[in-house]
């Protein structure tokens, strides 16, 4: 009788499962950088997706299959940034432009007092 016909087929399930799996991409949207072509961008993301697999290699024997797929995405997402992409940022969007309440002429100092100098001479 073999090694396997001993376990249960519930055991082999969970051993098999047990593993986590490779990325097959990643799970963040990235959009063209300005003035990218999508060709240029698609090449970008083809190298990035490879960049992002070989970060995670190993790493799925150990870790879980959420933590192997964040690590995969965080090396994708710097590789896109690098090649001027852009990516994903947190914190909240906004189209209000805030402006400053001091005017900018109030840091300008007045011009001193008396007579200018004269133009210089040619």
Request: charged share 15%; aromatic share 6%; proline share 13%.
């Amino acid at each position: 009788m073999s090694c396997f016909s001993k376990l249960s087929p519930a055991a082999i399930i969970l051993a098999i499962t047990g593993c986590a799996s490779l990325p097959n991409g990643p799970n963040v949207m990235v959009l063209p950088g300005t003035g990218t072509s999508f060709e240029h961008f698609r090449s970008d993301d083809a190298l990035c997706e490879q960049y992002a697999l070989s970060q995670v290699k190993g790493a799925e024997d150990s870790d879980s299959e959420q933590e192997v797929q964040e690590r995969y995405d965080v090396a994708y997402v710097q590789c896109m940034y690098a090649k001027g992409q852009r990516v994903p940022v947190s914190g909240p969007f906004s189209d209000i432009v805030h402006h400053s309440t001091i005017s900018p002429s109030a840091h300008v100092p007045p011009p001193p007092s008396g007579t200018p100098p004269p133009p210089p001479a040619n």
